[in-house]
């Protein structure tokens, strides 16, 4: 057993500390700490609660890894780790910043896999719609117990041979908070660990939560896995794309990923916890959990409101959560980028955690002059993943053109010489990503942390629409704002395996994250309006944005980013119930004059940009009619259908 743990030294080295010096070991190495015949060799057995113990040694039998290491979540750990990931030739230090790296991926494993994702429940109706006989379902995969099993038995069993099981504690939401939750991540990744440390609250801490409060956690394990031949394709980037699956039950709260190591797929807290297994916990316990980001924005007057905003993957939640807002005298500050859990408090207000504790966001088109506050945000402390680099030690992607000094080289993410303006293939992965700390964030909210959450007065839906769907419109009430979700629409984007732009549903943008059946969770959000009113609180207001409406020359026709506060502005007026709203078909949109639109650069077509064309919405509504008899079924609910019935009448009398 020494031996194993003097191999574990010699192969991962002794950790070095930030300062260069050798550190001691992490923590004794724990040769009397021993799991069922393997030996830990860092971390402390004696805190591990039963029930993880009987995980471990559950998933150890399994994967039949060579060692142990139990995470203590300590920045030593974390240059150890770090260390090691650079000697394998995984990540190379970017020194141009502090303490920043770039993984490259196998070029087979660049985003998530939605068509090996999977649910899995004793009934297919739990989980799934069940769509028009012929018609494949679109809103999430289906697995029996049995096929689980199977799936499982098929490509865990010696997974881990040869490498080391790294148990991860985590917590989604604040230590304590009541709005958390608990996980622990087994993993055979090291990029994995440097990653769920930025993501998540990671550490020896939250296993003496789980002991203290007694508390269940989400049971996560995941392998890179090895290839059925045993090769692996690329050795700095172990995986095994032909077999990836990712697996989840939520009677367990159970989630098991193989064969990626990529964002969503790997870092479990993320959609497979937060979203897919959160939404099936937030149906039972009576909350939300969404695919939002949550800002606060504060107007010249000094009222500040929270908002919270649904968009489908690279649909603009990071740039909008930590805008930098045009309009003299508003302040736009940021909860989170990605994710929000939203619970009624005893008075009746919807209030919002950023589950996260970091930001995984996509790299290409952030720049100064779009995004300065991530572009300050990701200079310490980070990773990332598929992004070209420099040879003054930093890194490159679309939209950085301008800080590129002459006679530096760029990389691009596959590892060859690439030349602005000449290279004919993106530089960047168009969906490689910057993983950071959300508390480096120059813009990051007094109570991002807060445990009870912030309260929530709007939210918006929005995709990327290049026809019909104007900037903003108001739902007219509750019921109105839950069709207005169940019919969103955008362009399909690299943060998944769909090749092409085409258009396609993504309701409240979950189509990917569904825990449970979709007319389940339509009834659920239906459900909202009672539960509110019994606490004699206030429904939020929900509005449907759209920065990505083209002219007749392809071009956007919103400028954006920035310019956006001018609808979040005409927004907070509504909230405020001012009247500056008229009513069209769809919903209202702002009175005329009352966006505002002084100085700006460009000249804005406010007729185009508002027009609510009768062919194209009369297209829509019965797209959306097709959808819903497709893929819905009988699972639509009632309340759903009457909206879009509501709706086309009114467009047919237009
Ligand atoms: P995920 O992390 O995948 O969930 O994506 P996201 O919704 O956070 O999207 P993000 O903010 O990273 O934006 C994705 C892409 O859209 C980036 O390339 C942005 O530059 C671009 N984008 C964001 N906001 C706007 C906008 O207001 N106008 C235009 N034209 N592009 C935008
Ligand atoms: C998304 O695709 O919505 C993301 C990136 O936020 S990933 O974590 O890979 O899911
Ligand atoms: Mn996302």
């Known amino acids: 057993m020494l031996l194993k743990v003097l191999n574990y030294f010699l192969k991962n080295g002794i950790p070095k500390t930030v300062s260069g010096h050798y550190a001691k ?87 998530r896999v939605e068509s090996k994702t999977f649910i899995c429940t004793e009934k297919r109706e739990q989980t799934v719609c069940t769509p028009k006989p012929g018609v494949q379902g679109t809103l999430g995969n289906w697995i029996s117990p049995k096929d689980y099993e199977s799936a499982i038995k098929n490509r865990f069993p010696g997974c881990m041979k040869g490498r080391t099981m790294y148990v991860v504690p985590f917590s989604m939401g604040p230590v304590g908070s009541p709005l958390s939750k608990i996980g622990v991540e087994l993993t055979d990744s090291q990029y994995v660990v440097c990653s769920m440390k930025i993501m998540t609250r990671m550490g020896a801490n939250v296993m003496d939560v789980i002991s203290k409060k007694n508390i269940d956690f989400v049971k996560c394990l995941h392998s890179v896995g090895m290839p059925e031949n045993g090769k692996i394709a690329v050795p700095s980037w172990p995986c095994d794309p032909e077999r990836v699956i990712i697996l989840h039950k939520p009677e367990n709260n159970e989630i098991v990923s193989y064969g990626s190591g990529y964002g969503g797929n790997s870092l479990l807290g993320k959609k497979c916890f937060a979203l897919r297994i959160g939404s099936t916990i937030a149906q039972r316990e ?96 980070t990773i990332f993943t598929n992004v070209a680099y420099t040879s003054d030690g ?55 942390e807060d445990p009870e959450g912030v309260p929530i007065s709007a939210i918006l839906f929005g995709g990327r629409r290049p026809q019909g769907v104007p900037l903003v419109y108001e739902a007219l009430n509750w019921e109105h704002g839950v069709f207005v979700g169940s019919a969103m629409r955008s362009e399909t984007t690299a943060a998944a395996e769909h090749k092409g732009k085409m258009i396609m549903n993504d309701p409240f943008a979950m189509r990917p994250f569904f825990g449970y059946n979709f007319g389940n969770y339509l009834k659920h959000w239906l459900s909202m309006e009672k539960r509110c009113e019994e606490l004699e609180g206030t429904m939020p207001k929900i509005f449907h944005v759209n920065w990505f409406r083209k002219d007749k020359d392809g071009k956007f026709m919103w400028p954006g980013f920035g310019e956006n506060s001018r609808v979040l502005d005409w927004i907070l007026n509504r909230i405020e119930g001012n009247d500056c709203h008229e009513q069209t078909p769809i919903g209202f949109v702002p009175a005329e004059g009352s966006l505002r639109l002084e100085n700006l650069e460009t000249k804005i077509n406010m007729k185009e940009l508002f027009s609510i064309p009768k062919d194209f919405w009369l297209k829509e509504v019965n797209d959306i009619q097709t959808y819903f008899d497709n893929q819905v079924g009988s699972d639509l609910p009632k309340e759903i259908q009457g909206q879009l019935d509501i709706l086309k009448s009114k467009i047919e009398k237009m």
């Open 394 to 448: 930093g890194v490159f992607w679309e939209g950085l053109e301008s800080t590129i000094q002459p006679g530096v080289k760029i990389t691009d993410w596959l590892g060859k010489p690439w030349e602005m303006g000449v290279s004919k293939t993106p530089a960047a992965h168009p969906n490689s990503r910057f993983c950071s700390p959300a508390s480096h964030c120059p813009i990051i909210d007094s109570n991002w």
């Open 286 to 381: 009576g909350w939300l959990a969404e695919h939002m980001l949550i800002l606060g924005v504060t107007c010249p007057n000094g009222t500040k409101k929270y908002i919270a905003a649904a968009f489908p993957s690279a649909c603009g939640k990071t740039n909008l959560a930590m805008m930098t807002p045009t309009l003299p005298g508003y302040k736009v500050e940021c909860i989170g980028d990605d994710i929000a859990w939203m619970k009624f408090d005893s008075h009746g207000q919807l209030r919002a955690i950023n589950p996260e504790n970091g930001f995984f966001g996509v790299a290409p088109g952030t720049s100064y002059e779009t995004n300065p506050n991530a572009m300050k945000t990701v200079v310490k402390d």
């Open 25 to 111: 070991p992490i923590a004794t190495p724990g040769i009397f700490n021993n799991i069922r015949g393997f030996s830990v060799v860092q971390g402390d057995v004696a805190r591990i609660p039963l029930k993880v113990k009987a995980f471990i040694e559950e998933s150890v039998a399994l994967c039949q890894p060579e060692n142990v290491h139990i995470c203590d979540g300590s920045e030593r750990e974390n240059q150890f780790m770090l260390k090691a990931l650079q000697e394998s030739g995984s990540i190379i230090p970017l020194p141009k910043y502090q303490n920043c790296w770039l993984a490259r991926t196998n070029p087979a494993d660049v985003a």
